[in-house]
């Protein structure tokens, strides 16, 4: 089964910008949708953004809408999510997802369940 790994997070104050990384192996993802997710303390996991397996359709939480661009290179195997004009509230866990496409991109895209790969998570912590 593939392996996620999230790289990039860090500490920058409001205003910033921060680029997650995720590498997979054990398996190309070329055929998964793959989403974001985030999980601030003592609050549930969240959707943030999704990018279906071909990268031309994508999704993003309200939220995030205008600041958060998600991207995919297939060839290398990673997902990434650009993060710029960070509020406080990004503040948390942020968790790369897979899930084997085998239908509508949109159908439960927020969906944290559907998604059968998660990595560990990279702290994002944006100060104020």
């Known amino acids: 089964q593939v392996q996620l790994v999230e790289s990039g997070g860090g500490l920058v104050q409001a205003g910033g910008s921060l680029r997650l990384s995720c590498a997979a192996s054990?398996?190309?993802?070329?055929?998964?949708?793959m989403g974001w997710f985030r999980q601030a303390p003592g609050k549930e996991r969240e959707f943030v953004a999704a990018i279906s397996w071909s990268g031309s359709t994508t999704a993003y939480a309200d939220s995030v809408k205008g600041r958060f661009l998600i991207s995919r290179d297939n060839a290398k195997n990673t997902v990434s999510l650009q993060m710029n004009s960070l509020k406080p509230e990004d503040t948390a866990v942020y968790y790369c997802a897979g899930d084997r496409d085998g239908g509508p991109f949109y159908y439960q895209v927020k969906t944290s369940n559907e998604y059968e790969y998660w990595g560990q998570g990279t702290q994002v912590t944006v100060s104020s």
């Open positions: 054990g398996r190309t993802l070329s055929s998964y949708r």
